[in-house]
């Protein structure tokens, strides 16, 4: 029997081992303080205590100060596995909190007690992120259960603070902690299509930005008294729509496959039908391919704002309310080819290369000049009521992380 033979069969045995350790970290609502919650220490001292009874051993703890929590720290958790290649590392960054259940009526069983259910597992944070969570760990822990050593050294990282920002997460450690090297391979389990077969590897940068325009405000029945900001502001919005036309390349990379530009909020401007608004705010959501320059987008939109107020004889101002650039990354990185070998080998499927339009952890790790994957067979539940984690999924995707440990 080969190696990874024994191994698979390793992972299979772990079977029940993996659904009970989803079971104890659900019972841990490790919840940001922004969203009311104590911080995720509680869940990393039962994780820290699970990894040792795993025989991983050599554990160091990361902590972002936050006096905002019990604690006074967010844990950030690094598990080592040394391998024959002790210069190059593989890496497997899961995070450990988890979004608030939002409204418990829309639940069918408890969010925070996983139900087993027709081969699911349902409960908050059981798909996002501790699927690739207990995988990675069951993925190491079988290699060290059969005395195998892994090709090269696997780093597990159990990062806090994703959910709400990263700032205490692999923001501080890449700010505080020189952990990573250039030519390490780094996999992030926390994006996936049901079929496993999408490989992500870049991002649109996003732009959220806030238009406030200002006229003058009188009554409704004598407008020509007054400057009406809603009209300059929807003249404004008719603009800023044709941006999709302007910036057209496109990549077959992302669906779609161009930049998009969609007006989305509106904030109230009068309570009452018969006065002539003098304040009009809106926002515009931009994905935006990574070839686009953002300093080509912001002149378009300032030519464009120009234009409307030269006509109108109203004021706009514009602020950026997020701005988020990710460096992709390059599609022959040698954890891709690794990922499509071992996707193929254990769920019999031809894994590609993919775009998204949303953000996702990677860029921080992207932008600091460290080539990045995201992959993991997931139902796409993250923070919807009844999230829930397929087992076999589960059980597959450590066997996907443990072959490419093997292999290198």
Known sequence: MSDLERLNRRIEANRDRMVELQRVLNRIPAIAPESGGKGESEKARTLVDHLRRLGIEDIKALNAPDERVPEGSRPNILATIPGRDSGRSFWIMTHLDVVPPGDETLWETPPFEVTERKGRLYGRGVEDNQQGMVSSIFAAASII???????????????????????????????????????????????????????????????????????????????????????????????????????????????????????????????????????????????????????????????????VCEKRGVTIDYTTETSAKSDPTPEDTPLVGSLKKAVKQIYGIDARTIGVGGGTVAAHLRNAGFDTVVWAKLEEQAHAPNEYCVIDNLVGDAKVMATVMIAG
């Open 145 to 307: 259960e059969e005395n195998l050593i892994p090709e090269v050294t696997v780093k597990l990282l159990f990062v806090a603070d994703e959910e709400v920002g990263s700032e205490k997460g692999i923001k501080y450690l890449l700010r505080s902690h020189a952990l990573f090297q250039k030519n390490d391979m780094i996999l992030v389990p926390d994006m996936g299509v049901p079929d496993g077969s999408a490989i992500e590897i870049a991002e649109k940068s996003i732009l959220w930005l806030k238009f406030k325009t200002t006229g003058r405000q009188c009554h409704a029945s004598t407008p020509q008294h007054g400057i009406n900001a809603f009209v300059a502001g929807s003249e404004l919005v008719i603009k800023l729509d044709t941006l999709n036309q302007i910036f057209n390349e496109r990549n077959s990379l992302f669906d779609p496959p161009a930049s998009t530009f969609a007006p989305t909020k509106k904030e109230s401007n009068i309570p009452n039908v018969n006065t002539i608004p003098a304040e009009d705010v809106f926002y515009l959501d931009c994905r935006i391919l990574p070839s686009v320059s953002l300093d080509d987008v912001h002149g378009k939109i300032k030519q464009f704002i120009s234009e």
